[in-house]
């Protein structure tokens, strides 16, 4: 599910449903059910974040591309940091 995600409303979406949208309602993510499983395995990781990529509209249907990534601790991005400054790739 999709929560608190703002997908305004579009012209070219199915007809009749203009007056049903809500920018705010949860979405529900078509998914197959290996997928749902394996993503909801690494969201119990510790410091595992589903991030959304992109947003587009196809076909009167929004697209969501979805990743998931490590979540960075303040410790973390300064010890990245301190990484790449060593190898000289960060100014």
Known sequence: MLHG???PEHA???????A???PRRTRKLL???SEIDKTI???GDAG??????SLYFQEGW???????D???????????????RRSGTCS
């Not at 070219?12 to 203009?18: D, E, L, Q, S």
């Not at 595992?48 to 990529?53: F, G, I, M, S």
């Not at 490590?70 to 301190?82: D, F, L, M, S």
């Open 48 to 53: 595992v974040a589903l991030v959304p990529l």
């Open 70 to 84: 490590e979540v960075r601790t303040p410790a973390r991005g300064a010890h990245i940091t301190a990484v790449r």
């Open 20 to 22: 049903l949208h809500h």
């Open 31 to 33: 998914l197959y059910r």
């Open 41 to 43: 395995g690494r969201l």
């Open 5 to 7: 995600l703002h997908i």
């Open 62 to 68: 929004v697209k969501v591309e979805i990743a998931l």
């Open 12 to 18: 070219y979406g199915r007809h009749g449903t203009r």
